[in-house]
């Protein structure tokens, strides 16, 4: 069962199943040249490779249109190229390979939700939200008296992930971190 959508009424984060591979699209333009047919012009991720192309395609034209469902799933544990999601509705515990988590795994903590989507019953992708909240593991202690927000120093947090902190953070202390671009924000009480 396909259905199509015009390359008219694209929308960011729709997946496009093209010739059975499946695209996200990030960005999308709509073009009007002077002589000659509209078209629109696009940005799309390879959803199994995470490889980013561009594809232009003429106005008003069908695409396919991938069926994805999203759940909100609990992280449980990592096994070898897995992680292991727990539906959160039906309890069932489903393997998300690393290379679809496409670094999802070093924002989730165990026991953490995030959204798998899934096509066809195989899950594409694991999107997090904007920010995750970790435990911060080792860091130099704090220094004393030097409370300036722009000195930084290294941090590994409970998940793996290194990242870089201001003076003032201890380690046992919950940091908020970007999942996009894996910065630090701000010390959470």
Same mark, same amino acid.
């Given at each position: ?86 539906? +959160? $509705?039906?309890?069932?515990? /489903?393997? =998300? !390979?690393?290379? @679809?988590?496409? *670094? ?52 590994? +947090? $409970?998940?793996?992930?290194? /990242?870089? =902190? !201001?003076?003032? @953070?201890?380690? *046992? ?17």
């Amino acid at each position: 069962m396909s259905m199509t959508v015009s390359t008219n009424d694209l929308k960011n984060g729709m997946t496009l199943d093209l010739d059975g591979t499946l695209f996200q699209v990030i960005e999308f333009q709509h073009v009007k040249p002077g002589k000659g047919g509209a078209f629109v012009r696009t940005k799309l991720r390879n959803v199994r490779t995470g490889a980013v192309i561009e594809r232009t395609f003429n106005a008003d034209v069908k695409v396919g249109l991938a069926i994805v469902e999203r759940k909100e799933m609990q992280y449980l544990y990592r096994d070898g190229d897995n992680l292991v999601f727990m539906d +959160l $509705e039906s309890y069932e515990q /489903i393997p =998300v !390979p690393v290379e @679809v988590a496409g *670094g999802a795994e070093r924002f989730l903590a165990e026991g953490q939700t995030a959204t798998v989507a899934m096509h066809q019953g195989n899950p594409i992708a694991v999107e997090l939200p904007a920010s995750m909240v970790l435990t911060v593991t080792e860091t130099q202690p704090a220094v004393k008296g030097d409370t300036r927000t722009t000195a930084m120093k290294p941090a590994v +947090l $409970e998940t793996g992930l290194r /990242i870089q =902190v !201001p003076l003032f @953070v201890e380690p *046992g202390e919950r940091v908020k971190v970007d999942t996009r671009t894996g910065e630090y924000i701000e010390r959470v009480k």
